[in-house]
């Protein structure tokens, strides 16, 4: 196991054409996937919260790397479910 990192450090990791964040209060699935798949993207990040969601001060710093809040659906899925549809979903988009 690797040494914890600060959600920050943890986000600057990643370079990416289009970033994702699952949260339930974010934009229409739907919306934001025309949008990607406009982009044409070579290299997608996908972040999926903690069960029982992040703290508003956590959500800021995602905010702040340019991650863009995506509803998977209109009810609020599990995080475990996150995992599984949020990168079928994406998945689909570009086979």
Same mark, same amino acid.
């Given at each position: 196991?690797?040494?914890?990192?600060?959600?920050?450090?943890?986000?600057?990791?990643?370079?990416?054409?289009v970033k +994702?964040?699952?949260?339930?209060? &974010?934009?229409?699935?739907?919306?934001?996937?025309?949008? $990607?798949?406009?982009?044409?993207?070579?290299?997608? $990040?996908?972040?999926? &919260?903690?069960?029982?969601?992040?703290?508003?001060d956590e959500?800021?710093?995602?905010?702040?790397?340019?991650? +863009?809040?995506?509803?998977?659906?209109?009810? +609020?899925?599990?995080?475990v479910q996150?995992?599984?549809? &949020?990168? &079928?979903?994406?998945?689909?988009?570009?086979?």
């Amino acid at each position: 196991l690797k040494e914890p990192v600060s959600l920050q450090s943890a986000l600057e990791k990643y370079d990416a054409d289009v970033k +994702i964040f699952f949260d339930p209060a &974010g934009k229409s699935f739907f919306d934001v996937m025309n949008h $990607v798949h406009s982009k044409n993207p070579k290299n997608i $990040v996908l972040l999926i &919260g903690p069960e029982g969601d992040l703290h508003a001060d956590e959500k800021n710093i995602v905010h702040m790397n340019n991650f +863009i809040f995506c509803a998977l659906t209109p009810t +609020i899925v599990r995080a475990v479910q996150a995992a599984t549809l &949020g990168p &079928g979903f994406i998945r689909s988009l570009f086979v």
